[in-house]
């Protein structure tokens, strides 16, 4: 079965552009989730997907960031204008279980801005 | 902010038990003890979790004091590729985790 997969796994772009980021969670996972690691900092939440609907998006940093997931499948995370701050690593991960189940994370997709 | 307290570091020989702890005072009732761990710049990987008994799975096993206050997560024959970042998280849905700083574990031969 296959894992949680992220695109791109390193994308460098300048300041200023887009950028978009995809994720698959395991087939039949309703619960999707994005979180990120920036330079020096912990692991964070942005948000959590229940099948199509937003289910908690209190992680997300501000209004450049727009996370979508269109039929309940993938999802995609965009950053429009990125800034410098920005850079760092972006895991997906999906779950079956609302509650009490494990977590299973992609290898992040790691964004660089210049 | 992190609701767990784990050692920034420590280090264990290859092939003995690894024993980490967690103090966790603040738990509420229906929070879960969740350990995940960070293998290098990989994805976070699930070690195990739970609410008040202890826990035994492939991986290790979970001790949890009857207080619920702390925690200890046992690797019970490290190998070198234990070698990572465990982080102790407390969650009552387990899906919106907060991860601290965790304890750097580095297995040595």
């Known amino acids: 079965e296959a894992g949680v997969t992220q695109f791109p796994s390193h994308s460098v772009i300048e300041k200023g552009q887009t950028v978009t980021l995809r994720c698959d969670p395991i087939?039949?996972?309703?619960?999707l989730y994005w979180y990120r690691r920036v330079m020096g900092k912990e692991i964070k939440f942005l948000l959590h997907f229940v099948k199509e609907s937003k289910q908690d998006e209190s992680g997300m940093p501000n209004n450049r960031f727009l996370a979508e997931r269109t039929g309940g499948t993938y999802s995609t995370l965009k950053v429009q204008p990125a800034e410098l701050e920005d850079s760092g690593v972006y895991f997906c991960?999906?779950?079956?279980?609302?509650?009490?189940?494990?977590?299973?994370f992609g290898e992040g997709s790691r964004l660089t801005v210049l | 902010d992190a609701k767990t307290t784990q050692p920034t570091s420590m280090d264990c020989a290859e092939g003995r038990a690894a024993n980490l702890p967690c103090n966790h005072s603040?738990?509420?009732?229906?929070?879960?003890v969740y350990w995940y761990r960070q293998i290098h710049s990989q994805g976070p990987q699930y070690i195990i979790h739970g609410l008040k008994n202890n826990e035994t799975n492939e991986m290790a096993s979970l001790i949890i004091t009857e207080d619920r206050k702390s925690s200890t997560l046992i690797l019970p024959h490290a190998t070198l590729r234990d070698t990572a970042v465990y982080y102790c998280i407390v969650e009552a849905a387990g899906n919106k985790l907060t991860f601290g700083g965790g304890t750097r574990v580095l297995v040595k031969p």
């Open positions: 087939s039949g996972h309703d619960n």
């Open positions: 991960a999906s779950s079956q279980a609302l509650v009490g189940g494990e977590l299973f």
């Open positions: 603040t738990i509420s009732g229906n929070e879960y």
